[in-house]
C-alpha cells in the first residue's frame, strides 16, 4: 500500500509538471494583442457595415421575405459588432503584459580586492500595476 501511494504521489506530480504552460515574452504578448485588436476591428467595421445594409433593405423593402432578410441582416451585424468587444478588452490586456515585463540591466556590487565593484547584470523586471 505505501508504495502504491508513493507512485500514485510521484504520477500526479510528473502529470502536474507536464501540464504547465510556458510563459511568453514580451513580443508574444504584443503580436498576440495586434491579432486581437485587428480582429476587434474587422468585427467591428463588418458588422456596422452589415447592419447599415440590412437596415437599408428592412427600410426599403414591400414584401416580407426582403423585409426579413434586412432584419436577420441587421440582427447579425449588431452581434458581430458586440462580438468585437471581448477581443478589444483581451487586446488591451495583453498590451498591460506585455508593457509589465522588461529587460534592463541594474547595478550589481561584488566584492574584489577590499573594494566593491560596479557591474551591470541583465535582469527582468516585473511591473505591477495596482
Do not use: C, H
Not at 508504495?3 to 504584443?30: C, H, M, R, W
Not at 441587421?74 to 458586440?82: E, H
Amino acid at each position: 500500500m505505501k508504495t502504491i501511494s508513493i507512485f500514485l504521489v510521484i504520477l500526479f506530480v510528473a502529470l502536474q509538471s507536464f501540464g504547465q504552460n510556458p510563459s511568453l515574452s514580451k513580443e508574444d504578448y504584443l503580436q498576440k494583442s495586434k491579432s486581437q485588436k485587428k480582429t476587434g476591428w474587422i468585427l467591428l467595421g463588418g458588422g456596422t457595415t452589415i447592419a447599415v445594409v440590412g437596415a437599408i433593405i428592412f427600410d426599403e423593402s414591400d414584401d416580407w421575405s426582403s423585409s426579413d432578410a434586412g432584419g436577420f441582416m441587421m440582427l447579425g451585424g449588431v452581434a458581430a459588432g458586440l462580438a468585437s468587444i471581448p477581443f478589444f478588452i483581451s487586446s488591451a490586456k495583453n498590451a498591460n503584459k506585455a508593457a509589465s515585463i522588461s529587460f534592463n540591466y541594474q547595478k550589481a556590487y561584488f566584492p574584489q580586492q577590499n573594494t566593491f565593484a560596479v557591474k551591470q547584470q541583465p535582469a527582468i523586471t516585473l511591473r505591477i500595476p495596482l
